[in-house]
């Protein structure tokens, strides 16, 4: 059987494109699930997944915006715990953010 044009034309599967509902489910599962669970989730490999992100930056955007979100909501509660006097939640964060050692 011939093949029609030449090496590299045609065949192959078509590029992955995500639509505004996957691209919601990134931003949503964002918070618990790194790059190669994600890709998982969709039934793709993590290189896949990276090349739809080249294509298509709001999927990254929304992966990103995703962890900022998670990050900023246990980073506040964090604070708020040791703000409300729980000693292990503001040792922790003064080690993490404020360089605070144990001698």
Known sequence: MAKNGRQGEGGGR?????DEAKIAQ???LAAVLSKKQLADYFGICE????????R???VSEAYQKGR???IAGVGSNLIAQ????NVAAAIFYLKTQAGWKED
């Open 26 to 28: 990134v931003e949503a």
């Open 56 to 58: 298509q930056p709001e």
């Open 14 to 18: 078509p590029p992955v494109v995500f």
């Open 68 to 70: 900022g979100k998670a």
């Open 82 to 85: 040791a703000r409300n006097g």
């Open 47 to 54: 290189n896949t997944l990276r090349e739809v992100e080249g």
